[in-house]
């Protein structure tokens, strides 16, 4: 499933630098964090099940229609005011980084797997 929604570097900041309104800041976290769930394989069965039924089962549109179904409720959630189970928004900001972090050391250590790798073909040709 990763595959379906990777799409590469996450959203650009210098698009982002007109909204001020922290209404659509949380909406955006929302958003960050159902891709993040779905990349991460940790989102909720129940609300994936349901976008399967909704979406005929186009693997797309399901993945459309989770995202869309869990923001909704995340914003419920936030809107009814339950302390426990709202989405902090300075905490989806942190998790973002440290997916973002780890995204790239393992960037990292994939190029020195494939460096050493060339390495090791060059000495055993030469």
């Known amino acids: 499933m990763r595959k379906l929604i990777k799409t590469g570097t996450s959203s650009n900041k210098k698009n982002q630098s007109y909204k001020s309104n922290s209404a659509e800041d949380a909406e955006d976290a929302y958003y960050a964090l159902a891709v993040k769930e779905l990349e991460d394989n940790n989102y909720s ?3 994936y099940g349901r976008a399967i039924v909704e979406s005929d089962g186009n693997e797309l549109k399901v993945i459309a229609k989770y995202i869309e179904l869990r923001v909704a409720e995340l914003k419920n959630k936030s809107c ?3 302390t ?3 989405i902090n928004n300075s905490q989806i900001k942190e998790k973002t980084l440290l997916y973002t972090i780890l995204d790239v050391i393992g960037a990292i250590v ?3 797997l494939v460096i050493c790798a060339i390495a ?4 055993l040709v030469s």
């Open 110 to 112: 994939i190029g020195f």
């Open 80 to 82: 009814a005011g339950k």
């Open 84 to 86: 426990n189970d709202t």
């Open 120 to 123: 090791m073909i060059l000495v």
């Open 45 to 47: 069965k129940n609300l």
